[in-house]
């Protein structure tokens, strides 16, 4: 027989074993998960995150069919960064769902000599733009045969770029065709801000703010109301668990452009894209620090202590700045001044920098020279106006901050997520 000791103090131990085995297995994985959505919560991305893309499924397919049971052909308009997060392509994705695409539509010149490079789709690759060229090739004969249009790209954020004026195009030829149009949603990468304001005579019909605040299904939403004639028979297909700003410091999972190839590029482009519309600046275009820094060419006098004294003007608008020099091989001589960076793009205001910048600039003796397209991207005159002294101050905020609330006014029926955008004014 058993010591009853020795006995009690094995059934003990014995007891102790089962105890931290059902801990281990109970509790500690409880404490990793709470570790990991309190990371989740921090960096804002949730599991349950989806893209548009990612967020379709059998019914919500079959609702666009207005013939039960016929397979569904397509036009898909994307370019490279049609992906969804785990890389697969848009185009691939759509196909496993049984839609058949007849032709895939870009604007991206470079994106069809590199999907002729992987792969052969067995449908035709075709340009949305002549070669170098805003001209749109597109019409309703482009069209024909296909039951429905669908569209997948990224955008930054910004009125200027050819994405918007390209989504613009794609719902004006789907009214016009009688074709619905689907829109997967797409995040804004640059953050939860509107700024800026935009008048119809100036911006090609797009009558948004220079940094607009909406996703891409939400840009699209508004485009159609507001800004057709006649619009189109539009879905969007959301994000799931979607939040403004979230994407405002994430790794770009693929180059926007050949100048757009990082999410540094894309936060200076919110300024820098109309900075070098005005003359002599330097932003880095064809190298890898496009749109991260703002240079002169060393022909143009400019002391060092200036660049010292714009660095403190940036630090008050929040960007952080190192000094840089490269030699542009587009202007055949060197180039210097500041390399930047923001810290936190929903903490800041691109049109107010804009007008910082320049204005510094015009203090210190800097001849400058605005382009016929700087009105163009910046969707209204006023802001030339202003810094070129034709009109007040007082007038200048006035107007602007008028045509910004309107258009957010507007916009509240085109809104698909909470918060909604916050508003800087000049």
Not at 52 to 81: C, H, M, R, W, Y
Not at 129 to 139: E, P
Not at 322 to 348: E, M, V
Not at 359 to 368: I, M, T
Request: net charge positive; glycine share 6%; aromatic share 12%.
């Amino acid at each position: 027989m058993k010591h009853p000791v020795i006995y009690f103090q094995r059934l003990h131990f014995s007891t102790l074993k089962v105890f931290f085995l059902i801990f281990v297995a109970l509790v500690f994985p409880r404490l990793f998960f709470s570790y990991r959505v309190i990371k989740t919560e921090k960096n804002k991305i949730s599991y349950d995150f989806a893209l548009g893309i990612e967020n379709i499924n059998p019914e919500l397919l079959f609702s666009f069919n207005d013939n039960a049971g016929k397979v569904l052909s397509a036009a898909l308009i994307t370019n490279q960064t049609g992906i969804d997060q785990a890389g697969t392509a848009t185009v691939d994705i759509l196909r496993s769902h049984g839609i058949v695409i007849k032709t895939l539509f870009t604007p991206e010149q470079q994106f069809i000599t590199d999907q002729k490079k992987k792969t052969q789709l067995p449908f035709p690759i075709k340009p949305m733009y002549k070669k170098d060229s805003q001209t749109f090739l597109l019409t309703q004969a482009s069209f024909k045969g296909v039951d429905i249009l669908l569209f997948d790209m990224q955008d930054m954020g910004m009125r200027q770029t050819r994405y918007v004026k390209t989504l613009k195009y794609i719902l004006e030829l789907a009214a016009c065709s009688h074709k619905h149009l689907i829109v997967f949603d797409r995040p804004n990468l640059l953050g939860a801000c509107v700024e800026g304001a935009s008048h119809d005579n100036v911006s090609d019909g797009l009558a948004i703010p220079i940094r607009y605040g909406m996703t891409v299904g939400e840009l699209a939403k508004f485009i159609n109301t507001y800004l057709l004639p006649v619009p189109a028979e539009l879905t969007v297909v959301p994000m799931k668990n979607y939040q403004r700003g979230m994407f405002a410091h994430q790794p770009l999972s693929c180059q926007l452009s050949q100048n757009i190839n990082s999410i540094d590029s894309c936060h200076g482009y919110s300024f820098l894209g109309l900075l070098g519309e005005v003359t002599p600046f330097d932003i880095g275009i064809g190298t890898d620090k496009a749109f991260q820094c703002i240079l002169l060419p060393e022909g143009v006098p400019f002391c060092k202590e200036r660049w010292y004294q714009l660095k403190q003007v940036l630090c008050a608008q929040g960007i952080e700045s190192t000094f840089y020099r490269y030699k542009s091989t587009r202007k055949k001589q060197y180039c210097s001044g500041l390399r930047l960076h923001i810290p936190d793009i929903n903490k800041f205001s691109s049109c107010n920098t804009l007008i910082k910048i320049i204005q510094f600039f015009k203090e210190c003796g800097v001849k400058l020279t605005f382009s016929k397209q700087f009105d163009i991207a910046a969707g209204t005159p006023l802001v030339r106006e202003f810094l070129e002294g034709i009109i007040s101050d007082k007038e200048f905020k006035e107007k602007m901050n008028g045509e910004l609330k309107k258009f957010f006014g507007r916009a509240f029926t085109a809104f698909i997520y909470k918060p909604l955008p916050r508003i800087i004014l000049v």
